[in-house]
C-alpha cells in the first residue's frame, strides 16, 4: 500500500486533528484513554454521548459509501482518521461492531429493506449491536454452532445459548449465527439472523472478568423472536455471511489499534525509565524487541489493506496478539514487585499495566484462538490434510 499523502490528504489530516482538539476539551476532555479492551465498562454513558457528538459532525462510518450515510473517505484518508483518533487519546468508541462489522455486511448481503432500517440507525449510534457467535460447547470454532432458529409463521423462534458476547448487555440487538436445517452439521444449515435482545425470551447474564469489568455475556435464548425477513442472505447461507463478516473485522481500524499499540509500549517504556528499571540490559533489549516488531506489524497491517491475501487477517491476529501479550508481562517486570498487589489494601483496584497484563492473556483466545487461526492457515491457505476430529 502506498502511503504517500497527497496535499488533500495532508489537509484531510489537519482537519480531523483540529477538530478533535477543538472537541475534546471541556466535559469531553475527561474521556481521553477510556474505554478498550478490558475496559469497555469505563463511562460507558459518557462515551455513548461522545459517539453520538462524532455522527452529528459526520464522523461515524466515515468509510461507508455516501448513499448509506458514510462520508464515502478514500482508504488512506480512513486510515488518517484512525490514526488521528488513536493519536488524541480520544475515547474508544462503543458502536464498532456495527459500524465496522454488520454495516459493510449488510451493503454486501442485506434486502434494501434491511439496508434502510438499520443502516441510518448505525451511524447515528442510535442502535448498539452484539456479536452472537461463540458457544459453550463450540468456542471459537462456528462450524460447530447449535443455537437453533425455526420458523413459526412471521417469525423466527431461537432457542440456544450464546457466551462471551461482548457488550449485550449495552446492546440493542445482536447479530446471531443459528442452525436452521435440522440435522445438518458443520457450516452446512447456518443462518445469519438479527435479533432483538430488549425481549422476554432472551436473558444476558454479564460475566465478571479479572480485570473488574464485565463486557463480556452470557446471553440465553428461550423462544425469542425475531422477524421472519431479518434473515441476512438466504436461509442456509450463515456461513458464507458470517466468514465475509470477518473479513470486514481486519479493516483499516487495524492500523488505530497498532498506534494505541505503540502509546501503551510507548507509556511502559516512560514508567520503565522512571523507576530505573529502563537500567537492566535485558530488560532494555525486549523492550527494543517488542518496538521493532511493532514496526514490523504496522507495515504488515498496512500490506494487508491493499491485497487480497487469505492468509492476511490470520496472520495478523496471530502476531497482535501475542505481541500484546509479551507486552504486558514486560510491564509486569517493570513494575517489579509492586505489581503483584493491587492498589487499595481493602478492593481490586487494578492500574493500567495489572489490567494490560491480566486482559492480554485473552488477546490469544477471542476473536479466534492461536490454534483456530494456525489450522485457518494450514488447511485453507497452504491447502496441508484437514486435522482429524472426532
Known amino acids: 500500500m502506498d502511503l504517500t499523502y497527497s496535499e488533500e490528504d495532508q489537509a484531510f489530516r489537519a482537519e480531523v486533528r483540529a477538530w478533535l482538539e477543538e472537541h475534546?476539551?471541556?466535559?469531553?476532555?475527561?474521556?481521553?484513554?477510556?474505554?478498550?479492551?478490558?475496559?469497555?465498562?469505563?463511562?460507558?454513558?459518557?462515551?455513548?454521548?461522545?459517539?453520538?457528538?462524532?455522527?452529528?459532525?459526520?464522523?461515524?462510518?466515515?468509510?461507508?459509501?455516501?448513499?448509506?450515510?458514510?462520508?464515502?473517505?478514500?482508504?488512506?484518508?480512513?486510515?488518517?482518521?484512525?490514526?488521528?483518533?488513536?493519536?488524541?487519546?480520544?475515547?474508544?468508541?462503543?458502536?464498532?461492531?456495527?459500524?465496522?462489522?454488520?454495516?459493510?455486511?449488510?451493503?454486501?448481503?442485506?434486502?434494501?429493506?434491511?439496508?434502510?432500517?438499520?443502516l441510518p440507525k448505525i451511524v447515528a449510534v442510535e442502535e448498539l449491536w452484539a456479536q452472537g457467535y461463540s458457544e459453550p460447547n463450540a468456542g471459537s470454532d462456528l462450524a460447530n454452532v447449535q443455537t437453533k432458529a425455526r420458523i413459526d409463521g412471521d417469525d423466527w423462534v431461537v432457542d440456544g445459548q450464546k457466551v462471551w458476547t461482548s457488550n449485550a448487555h449495552f446492546s440493542q440487538w445482536a447479530f446471531v449465527i443459528c442452525r436452521t436445517e435440522p440435522g445438518s452439521e458443520r457450516h452446512r444449515g447456518l443462518s445469519f439472523l438479527l435479533v432483538p435482545l430488549d425481549q422476554d425470551g432472551v436473558d444476558v447474564r454479564p460475566i465478571e472478568q479479572l480485570t473488574g469489568g464485565s463486557e463480556f455475556n452470557e446471553v440465553f435464548f428461550t423462544g425469542a423472536r425475531t422477524g421472519a425477513d431479518l434473515v441476512v442472505g438466504e436461509p442456509g447461507d450463515g456461513w458464507k455471511v458470517a466468514m465475509a463478516l470477518l473479513g470486514f473485522e481486519r479493516g483499516v481500524s487495524v492500523l488505530a489499534q497498532v498506534v494505541g499499540f505503540a502509546r501503551e509500549l510507548d507509556g511502559v517504556v516512560d514508567l520503565a525509565k522512571d523507576n530505573g528499571a529502563i537500567d537492566d540490559p535485558v530488560l532494555r533489549d525486549r523492550l527494543a524487541g517488542l518496538k521493532v516488531e511493532l514496526e514490523v506489524m504496522r507495515r504488515q497491517a498496512m500490506r494487508g489493506l491493499s491485497s487480497d491475501d487469505a492468509a492476511g487477517p490470520s496472520v495478523f491476529k496471530l502476531v497482535w496478539a501475542n505481541w500484546h501479550k509479551r507486552l504486558g508481562e514486560v510491564a509486569m517486570d517493570v513494575l517489579g514487585a509492586g505489581g503483584l498487589t493491587t492498589a487499595t489494601a481493602d478492593g481490586y483496584d487494578l492500574d493500567r499495566w495489572q489490567r494490560l497484563f491480566l486482559f492480554a492473556r485473552a488477546d490469544t483466545i477471542y476473536g479466534g484462538s492461536d490454534e483456530v487461526q494456525r489450522n485457518i492457515l494450514a488447511e485453507r491457505v497452504l491447502g496441508l490434510p484437514r486435522e482429524a476430529r472426532g
Open 24 to 118: 475534546l476539551t471541556g466535559e469531553w476532555a475527561a474521556l481521553r484513554g477510556l474505554g478498550g479492551a478490558g475496559r469497555d465498562h469505563e463511562a460507558h454513558d459518557e462515551r455513548l454521548a461522545w459517539n453520538r457528538l462524532l455522527a452529528e459532525h459526520g464522523w461515524t462510518c466515515v468509510g461507508w459509501p455516501q448513499e448509506h450515510g458514510g462520508r464515502g473517505l478514500s482508504l488512506t484518508q480512513q486510515v488518517i482518521f484512525h490514526e488521528e483518533y488513536a493519536k488524541a487519546d480520544a475515547p474508544v468508541r462503543v458502536n464498532h461492531l456495527g459500524e465496522e462489522l454488520l454495516g459493510p455486511t449488510l451493503m454486501a448481503f442485506g434486502t434494501q429493506e434491511q439496508k434502510d432500517r438499520f
